[in-house]
């Protein structure tokens, strides 16, 4: 497997990256039947409230600090059942002490007001630990077998913009007002507001999708953006293509990098473990998927957008997560995750085939050597050495 080194790929942006800062992991929960990988390999997992109260439990010990509830509402690809995203957050959040976690949610399907109350509640009965992952929606029946409009590409994320706006206005501030195309909000005041957390205005923001469009919006309006898989190259064009959207406003946004982890005693072994996924995909399955997001990134104008240039291979982890190669031993992982650090990944969301095990493996044997690499980092950046090879 290759190890390519990333040092260098992106130095003109070296200004916005800072390597002091300790990388963040997070895990998706398994509140969706069928496991991260659309295959009939083995996968120790299961949706239901007790293995997730177990599994979050286990992260917030382990050393992860964030968590994703997956949001699906029709029975798709695999994913026959599914607890609702919102719902599964509140219930994590109050068998937590200290992580937090990512309700996933669609435009279009909440209104504003709804959405921004109910998390404002999560937060206060978590004491901070609240926050939404804005999906513009890819899935065409979700909308259109409950009769509402499906729009296209770009509408979507225009919405999404407005979406985004008013949950932010709503969070922060008293008599709000909000005109747009898609949403209204007239001398409209949520209280109590956010629990309050120093250095945090309001429930943190994530966002994702990779268009066009969806990296200019990502820019001027989420506190996070979510990539699909990415291999350096591919990360490093999204990040200079969000920095420079966030640029003329002075906004600051953060990454987080989708990526699938098999961490074994040897690469040997991990590499053997994704040909066994790939072999034993669902075939049926993964081209059902592949059909359903046909309407996604490929029918942008310019081609570019979320699974616009999978593969089958690809698709098999349905956010790319083989792309990102965490695969390998525990130290080639660790050192993988330094070489995406140093292009601007502040957060690593994870998948596992099997969560309980490997989620524990991957906190008591990667991120201790994730966290020696980042100190040797910061202290080669502080040496003289270090701060003039960085200029």
Do not use: C
């Not at 309407?295 to 089958?312: E, I, L, Q, R």
């Amino acid at each position: 497997m290759s190890t390519q080194n990333a040092t260098g790929a992106h130095a003109e942006s070296s200004a916005s990256i800072n390597l002091h800062e300790p990388l963040k992991f997070a895990y998706w929960v398994p509140n969706v039947s069928g496991g991260l990988v659309i295959s009939k390999v083995e996968q120790r997992t299961s949706f239901d409230l007790d293995h997730n109260i177990k599994l979050v439990q286990t992260a917030e010990r382990v050393g992860s600090e964030y968590a994703l509830s997956q949001v699906r509402y029709l029975s798709s690809y695999g994913g026959a059942q599914q607890h609702e995203s919102t719902s599964t957050s509140l219930a994590l959040l109050l068998a937590t002490e200290k992580l937090k976690v990512i309700a996933a949610i669609h435009p279009g399907l909440w209104e504003p007001a709804v959405l921004a109350k109910q998390i404002l509640t999560f937060d206060q009965f978590s004491k901070g630990r609240a926050a939404i992952n804005v999906v513009s929606g890819w899935f065409k029946d979700e909308f259109t077998k409950l009769g509402l409009p499906w729009l296209e590409h770009d509408e979507r994320y225009r919405r999404t913009g407005e979406f985004i706006q008013v949950v932010r206005g709503l969070f922060t501030q008293e008599n709000f007002n909000f005109s747009g195309d898609f949403y209204r909000a007239h001398d409209f005041t949520l209280r109590p507001g956010p629990y309050p957390v120093e250095g945090r205005e309001h429930p943190e923001i994530f966002f994702g999708g990779n268009s066009t469009a969806a990296r200019k919006l990502a820019g001027e309006q989420a506190d996070w953006y979510f990539s699909n898989g990415k291999d350096f190259d591919g990360f490093t064009e999204q990040f200079t293509d969000v920095t420079a959207a966030a640029a003329p406003s002075g906004r600051t946004v953060k990454f987080g990098l989708n990526g699938f982890a098999i961490v074994r005693d040897t690469e040997a072994e991990a590499v053997e473990q994704l040909r066994e996924i790939i072999a034993n995909a669902d075939v049926d399955a993964v081209e059902g998927f592949r059909k359903s997001v046909q309407a996604a990134g490929a029918s942008t104008a310019d081609g570019k957008g979320m699974w616009a240039d999978s593969t089958f291979d690809d698709l098999v982890q349905y956010n790319d997560g083989f792309r990102t190669r965490l695969i390998g031993d525990p130290e080639q992982v660790a050192r993988r995750i330094i070489e995406y650090k140093k292009l601007g990944v502040n957060l690593f969301l994870l998948g596992f085939l099997h969560f309980q095990e490997e989620l524990e493996r991957f906190g008591t044997q990667v991120i201790p050597i994730v966290r020696e690499l980042e100190a040797d980092l910061a202290a080669s950046v502080d040496s003289p050495v270090g701060a003039f090879a960085s200029a």
